[in-house]
């Protein structure tokens, strides 16, 4: 009788120091033990308008811009699994699994390394890693768009050294748009390497200073990434070995990064540089853009910020970025934003203006493409 008290108070005792419990840390929580399940949801509404000279006809209209539900499963407090998707109107029209837009599981065997493996963001560029939901601005930079890369398939390794000062990631991938491709379409991997410094101390994966930093701090960082993809060439240059097989690009893009933030400012920009080697003596092809933004938390949870971008835009793969919807030679955009803070990062409005001027990559289209960008953004989240 003594050995079962003892025993059923052992596991009584063992079960009060282990309790189930709800709340709240950045997100709903459920914790149990050693596990943990944290849930996190958001919404982007949005109207936008676009003023284009004749012949193209001005558009407008409200979208969901993002709807995204993220959970993050942790075991064992080195273990996790996190998952994010997005219901949002460009993932949804495009159908299959691309709303699907975060999906792997993360080990972490020591406090200062993880590794990653599935679907994740490439760790090319500072603003693309930033969430959209903690943007100054309703969108990207321009050059941004341009010159990044999303979501892809693959294995990560990310070491935080000097008390996460130093930050150095390594990632192997497909080389895919992750979610819309589910597969590589050769025997080449993508490599991506990036390494960020805040010697002041680590900054927040955010845009803006709505913290209002003190004293100031600075990140500077770089990354590379290589990849072969389909040429651009049409038959019968798109074989010129003769192999039956459509033939490869190399593509070498390069990143830099900057950020300052103090008391409430907050100046970032980035630097882009793509070079397409067709080979076959043919010559390269070099691309530049970047981009600039200044951002201030003017009182209390108010935000004005002013940017700048421009973009000479890859030949392989040239994006639809073009003010009229087309695929420009070029691009540049100056604009601004007024933000309004109601709840951390997770409530806020959002009103923008944007300048465009593109030039035309047929030198015989004779349309012009200057206009005009409006957007008013309301986000709720928790």
């Known amino acids: 009788m003594l050995a079962l008290c003892l025993l059923f108070g052992a596991r009584a005792g063992a079960e009060e120091t282990q309790p189930v419990s709800l709340g709240y840390h950045d997100g709903l929580s459920l914790r149990a033990g050693p596990v943990s399940l944290t849930v996190n949801a958001a919404e982007q509404a949005r109207y936008q308008a676009a003023i284009v000279p004749a012949p193209t006809d001005n558009r407008s209209g409200f979208d969901l811009h993002h709807a995204q539900l993220a959970l993050d499963a942790e075991v064992l407090g080195f273990i996790s699994v996190e998952a994010m998707f997005d219901f949002g109107a460009q993932y949804t029209a495009q159908g299959g699994a691309a709303t699907v837009r975060d999906l792997y599981l993360e080990v972490r065997p020591l406090a200062w390394l993880t590794v990653r493996a599935g679907q994740f963001k490439v760790p090319f560029s500072r603003q693309r890693l930033v969430s959209a939901l903690n943007q100054s601005f309703t969108d990207r930079a321009l050059a941004t768009l341009a010159f990044t890369f999303d979501r892809d398939l693959g294995g990560l390794v990310q070491a935080l050294l000097w008390r996460k000062r130093l930050r150095l990631e390594l990632a192997i991938t497909d080389g895919v748009d992750a979610g819309p491709a589910v597969q590589n379409d050769n025997l080449d991997l993508a490599y991506t390497a990036r390494v960020t410094i805040a010697p002041l101390g680590p900054l927040p994966l955010v845009e803006g200073d709505r913290a209002r930093t003190r004293p100031p701090r600075f990140s500077l960082g770089g990354a ?3 990849d072969l993809a389909p040429t651009d060439a049409l ?7 003769h192999n039956g097989r459509i033939a490869y690009v190399g593509v070498i893009s390069v990143d830099a990064e900057a950020k300052v933030a103090w008391r409430g400012l907050a100046l970032e920009g980035e630097y882009f540089f793509r070079q397409e080697e067709p080979g076959f003596g043919r010559a390269n092809r070099n691309f530049h853009g970047g981009y600039g933004q200044l951002s201030a938390m003017a009182w209390r949870g108010l935000e004005l910020g002013a940017r700048a971008s421009y973009a000479e835009l890859p030949a392989l793969g040239r994006p639809a970025v073009g003010v009229i919807g087309d695929k420009p030679e070029s691009a540049l955009e100056v604009g601004g934003v007024v933000n309004y803070y109601f709840w951390r990062e997770a409530c806020k409005a959002q009103l923008s203006y944007t300048y465009r ?23 709720a989240g928790f």
């Open 357 to 379: 001027h593109d030039t035309a990559a047929d030198p015989f289209d004779t349309r012009r493409r200057s206009g005009h960008l409006i957007a008013v953004q309301l986000q």
């Open 235 to 241: 038959p019968p240059f798109d074989d010129l070995d």
């Open 224 to 226: 590379i990434h290589y």
